[in-house]
C-alpha cells in the first residue's frame, strides 16, 4: 500500500485537495445560506423602522449587503476551484491509465510494426548487420533463398546471405515437411531443398536446416538481438501479411524464440 501511494503521489495530492475544497465548500454554503437568511429576516424589520422613521439598523444592514456580496464572490471562486481541481484529478488519472498502457506496450519493446513482408531492403539491411546467429521459420524460404541466397546473381544484394555465412554467422532454417504444404507451395519445396543442399555442402559449419511434421503457423526471421514475426495464414503468400519486429529482451520474443528453439530440436533432417 506504501509503494502504491509513493508511486502515485500526485494523485493522492489532487485526491486531497478536492475533498479539502469540498468540505469547506460545504461549510462555506452552509454558513453563507444562514447568513442570507438572517439578513433576509434584517431587512424586514428594517422596513419596519423606515416606515415608523426609525431607520438606525440601516448602516449595519448596509454592512451586511456588503458582507454577503464578499461571500458570493468568495463562493465563485470556491466553486471554481472545486471544479478546476476536480476536472484536474479526473484528467490525470486518464493520463496514467494511458501511462501505464504506453508502459505495456513498451514492454514488448517494439521497434517496427510491417503490414507485410514485401520490402526487400528491409531485411536485406537487417542481414547485412548480421554478426552470429540468424534463425528462420518459414513456409518453404523460396523468396528468402532467391533475393538473398542466389548464387546465380552478380549483385552483392542478391547474397546478403552468402556474405553472412562468409562471414561466419550461424544459419538455422526450419521449414514444414512436404507434405504439410498446400499445392501451390509444394512446387517451390524440392527446389529451395536443393538449393539448401548446395550452401550446407559450402558452408558445412556455419549452415543448417531441418524440417518438423505439422502445418506452419508461425513465421520467424531472428536476426542476433532482433526478431520478426508473423503468422501463416493458408492461401496467403507471406509477403502479403503483417510482422512485428522486436528485439529479443521483449517477453514476447523470448516465447517466440522459446517455441523454435523447441522445434529445432524436435525437427528432423531429410
Do not use: C
Request: hydrophobic content about 40%; aromatic content about 12%; cysteine-free.
Amino acid at each position: 500500500m506504501k509503494n502504491y501511494i509513493i508511486k502515485n503521489l500526485s494523485v493522492v495530492i489532487l485526491l486531497v485537495l478536492v475533498i479539502l475544497m469540498g468540505i469547506v465548500g460545504y461549510f462555506y454554503f452552509s454558513y453563507t445560506e444562514s447568513s442570507t437568511t438572517f439578513i433576509q429576516g434584517e431587512k424586514k424589520d428594517s422596513s419596519n423602522y423606515i416606515i415608523l422613521g426609525k431607520n438606525t439598523n440601516l448602516p449595519q444592514i448596509q454592512q451586511e449587503n456588503r458582507n454577503n456580496q464578499l461571500h458570493n464572490k468568495l463562493g465563485n471562486i470556491f466553486g471554481g476551484l472545486f471544479t478546476g481541481l476536480l476536472i484536474a484529478f479526473i484528467q490525470h488519472l486518464i493520463l496514467i491509465d494511458e501511462k501505464r498502457r504506453l508502459d505495456k506496450i513498451k514492454a514488448l519493446a517494439v521497434k517496427n510494426v510491417l503490414f507485410n513482408r514485401d520490402d526487400k531492403d528491409y531485411y536485406r539491411n537487417i542481414i547485412f548487420l548480421s554478426k552470429n546467429e540468424i534463425k528462420i521459420m518459414g513456409v518453404t524460404a523460396y523468396r528468402l533463398l532467391n533475393d538473398f541466397a542466389n548464387t546465380d546473381s552478380s549483385s552483392a544484394n542478391d547474397k546478403v546471405l552468402i556474405s553472412a555465412l562468409s562471414r561466419n554467422v550461424k544459419i538455422k532454417i526450419l521449414l514444414p515437411n512436404k507434405e504439410y504444404l498446400d499445392d501451390r507451395n509444394k512446387a517451390n519445396f524440392d527446389s529451395t531443398k536443393s538449393k539448401m543442399s548446395e550452401i550446407k555442402g559450402l558452408y558445412k559449419a556455419a549452415f543448417d536446416y531441418k524440417y518438423f511434421d505439422h502445418v506452419p503457423t508461425q513465421s520467424i526471421f531472428n536476426v542476433d538481438s532482433e526478431t520478426i514475426i508473423g503468422p501463416v495464414i493458408p492461401g496467403r503468400s507471406s509477403k502479403d501479411t503483417p510482422a512485428i519486429h522486436i528485439f529479443n529482451t521483449s517477453k514476447y520474443a523470448e516465447i517466440y524464440m522459446e517455441y523454435f528453439n523447441t522445434e529445432w530440436e524436435a525437427a528432423k533432417y531429410l
